[in-house]
């Protein structure tokens, strides 16, 4: 049983479309991201979900009932807004139990849900607080909670954590994720941040103008994107591209010739296409020795990050980054003895970009 | 031991620098203040000594002079005796018939506008930009030109020279300022609010009530304000749409001021002027606190 499906789903403002023919099927129970940068429809499509914007054509069932038509609250979905959304002239008790009191429940029943959110939460000491007097990350907890008393088969998360502070941020994300496990709920969660994307998901859905452009898990995602933008768009810092041309068995870059028998084309290849590497499977010193291809290039900039550090070379001829151990020597100006293992790399079409 | 007058860092300014009160731009600023302030004052000091002198005092002459011997009873007469036409209860009268008109017409308007300015800021539907444009049209069309039409459609449901007509009057001109500034600040209440309390099941009412009104009190304060000012000391509508017995407390005002009969009773006049102007002057005095107030107690960022 899909948990959510969307079919066809088309949207646009006017003459402007920002969804186009999307369809997306979602588990039971997954953890699924939306991944884009802004304004690529992704939280559109949350809103479509939820039902805050009417679709220009297309369906939305949940649990396999159509709520094309049906209002958010008729839904079965709880929501949290990047902006927290509290109201602020509720406590945050009177928060939590806004959604209930207006489903008309019983004064006990909502007593006992509000309860149990607050304990899995910890928030029970602020629930005479109002929103003002609580940190960013109490309100969030309590936007988080106001979802969670629903008891809603989806919670869709838009943006949550983007107005937080980075710890908090880390924090918040680990906290996230052992709710979803503990609650085994259904749910949806918009993000432009790669690393919330690829620590939380079961699979994730990177977006670009409206459109899917690959649904799958975090590692297939991460080690074979399925297009030039997905490889470029995830993995901090971001893949090394270089353009070449495939002849046969080996792929030419300007100076340099890579032979290509331990990649796994889908098919014969041939013609001009783009080589992507991340910096972090670039090998150097003994094990670059160790592969078949290997080279001496230039460094240019080093940025040490504490646990690692990066560096800026050129191989043929364009910016080229290599990440290495935290504790390196390298200085500008060195030589740096590099090696690339085909077998981690992807091979883009330079017209299409799609993966070879 | 080292001497630290010697020292480089010894020199040299240190700490806040020093300021002079009597700074050529202080003298200028303070100046300026205090010349437009008197220039706005006399004429208050002026009639507020002129009310409490007795008549002979007043044809001595000297306007400025403080009285010598204070006496309420022009402020006495001015509500309670002064006559125009052939009513000699003061303005007393008026007084009560502007309440009856400031009072319906204040609340009327302001929440007919407020649902107004929601629906057009948070329920968007076919039409409403054009709806919302055509009302803000209506604020720029003079006043005059719709006058007799308004006779005519008053008389022809009943209410011409009614209270209630002028309360529908006041109403229908205050909507289009209200409906903008309602509905500016209703947009500006952030959307996902709206968003999360729909999700909450809440519907137009319901979030109206709950979760915007609690937000608006500074708006509302801005609002009533407006009204009362406008409403109070309009005198265009009332002399038209009332009658001698109903007239607001402004038309009543000029009727007393205005009187050609019997000796000018200069005391008199002002008293009731001042009585008049005390509403508004009130309502700016309690509503400005309140207004502050309401933008604090609303003050809250995501």
Same mark, same amino acid.
């Given at each position: 049983m899909h948990s959510v499906e969307i079919r066809d789903l088309d949207l646009s403002f006017g003459a402007i479309e920002v969804l186009k023919g999307l369809n997306l099927n979602i588990e039971d129970g997954e953890f699924l991201v939306l991944l884009g940068s802004s304004g690529c429809g992704k939280s559109t499509l949350l809103n479509c979900i939820a039902g805050l914007l009417e679709v220009t054509d297309g369906q939305i069932f949940i649990k396999d009932r159509n709520v094309t038509w049906e209002e958010p609250s008729d839904r079965g979905i709880g929501?949290?807004?990047?902006?927290?959304?509290?109201?602020?002239?509720?406590?945050?008790? =009177?928060?939590?139990?806004? =959604?209930? %009191?207006?489903? /008309?429940?019983s004064k006990d029943e909502i007593a006992k849900r509000v309860g149990r959110a607050a304990e899995i939460l910890?928030? %029970?000491?602020?629930?005479?607080? %109002?929103?003002?007097?609580?940190?960013?990350?109490? /309100?969030q907890r309590v936007a988080i909670g106001r979802a969670l008393v629903r008891d809603a088969d989806v919670f869709l998360f838009d943006e949550p954590l983007s107005n937080l502070d980075a710890k908090l941020r880390a924090d918040l994300r680990v906290e996230i994720k052992r709710l979803h496990q503990q609650l085994k709920n259904t749910i949806i969660y918009v993000t432009h941040d790669q690393v919330e994307a690829l620590t939380l998901a079961d699979r994730i859905a990177v977006m670009k103008g409206g459109q899917i452009q690959q649904l799958a898990s975090?590692?297939?995602?991460?080690n074979r994107p399925g297009n030039r933008y997905v490889a470029d768009f995830v993995g901090s810092p971001a893949m090394n591209f270089v353009e070449g041309l495939l002849i046969e068995d080996r792929f030419e870059a300007r100076d340099q010739v890579l032979s290509i028998r331990d990649y796994p084309f889908a098919k014969q290849p041939g013609g001009l296409a783009t080589m992507g590497i991340r910096p972090e499977h670039v090998a150097t010193g003994a094990a670059a020795e160790a592969l078949s291809f290997n080279t001496d290039v230039p460094v240019e900039v080093i940025e040490p990050m504490g646990s690692d550090t990066l560096a800026w070379t050129r191989l043929a001829d364009e910016p080229f980054r290599v990440r290495l151990d935290g504790q390196t020597s390298i200085r500008p100006g060195d030589r740096l003895k590099i090696g690339i293992d085909l077998s981690k790399a992807s091979f883009f079409d330079a017209e299409t970009e799609v993966r070879l | 031991m080292v001497d630290l007058t010697s020292s480089p860092y010894a020199e040299g300014p240190r700490g806040p620098?020093?300021?002079?009160?009597?700074?050529?731009?202080?003298?200028?600023?303070?100046?300026?203040l205090i010349v437009v302030s008197v220039y706005y004052l006399l004429p208050l000091y002026v009639m507020v000594v002129t009310s409490l002198k007795g008549m002979p005092e007043i044809r001595a002459g000297n306007?400025?002079?403080?009285?010598?011997?204070?006496t309420f009873q022009p402020w006495v007469k001015a509500w309670a005796q002064a006559c125009t036409g052939i009513n000699c209860d003061g303005l007393s009268r008026g007084f009560w018939n502007s309440?009856?008109?400031?009072?319906?017409?204040?609340?009327l308007s302001i929440a007919v506008a407020s649902v107004n300015g929601y629906a057009l800021a948070r329920w968007k539907f076919k039409g409403s930009e054009v709806f919302f444009t055509i009302l803000i049209v209506g604020a720029f069309i003079p006043y005059q030109t719709m006058l007799y039409p308004l006779v005519i459609i008053l008389r022809e449901i009943g209410l011409m020279g009614d209270l209630s007509g002028l309360v529908l009057v006041h109403t229908i001109f205050g909507m289009p300022i209200l409906t903008l500034l309602f509905r500016n600040y209703f947009a500006s209440i952030p959307e996902d609010l709206h968003k999360a309390a729909r999700v909450d099941g809440a519907g137009f009412w319901s979030i109206y009530f709950r979760i915007m009104l609690p937000m608006s009190l500074p708006i509302f304060v801005v609002a009533i304000i407006l009204q009362v000012t406008g409403i109070w000391n309009d005198f265009l509508f009332g002399v038209i749409y009332t009658k001698p017995e109903t007239y607001p407390m402004t038309v009543q005002l000029n009727n007393i001021v205005n009187s050609v009969q019997g000796v000018k009773?200069?005391?008199?006049?002002m008293a009731a002027t001042l009585l008049t102007g005390l509403v508004p002057l009130v309502i700016y005095f309690v509503s400005g606190k309140l207004f502050v107030r309401g933008i604090a107690a609303g003050a809250v960022k995501g």
């Open positions: 929501m949290v807004f990047q902006s927290y959304a509290l109201y602020p002239q509720m406590t945050v008790e =009177g928060n939590l139990s806004f =959604g209930l %009191k207006n489903a /008309r429940m910890q928030i %029970k000491p602020l629930l005479k607080r %109002k929103p003002a007097a609580l940190s960013g990350g109490q /309100r975090p590692t297939e995602i991460y | 620098k020093p300021r002079r009160s009597f700074s050529r731009a202080n003298i200028f600023l303070y100046g300026t306007i400025f002079s403080p009285p010598l011997e204070i309440v009856k008109i400031l009072i319906p017409s204040i609340v009773e200069y005391n008199v006049n």
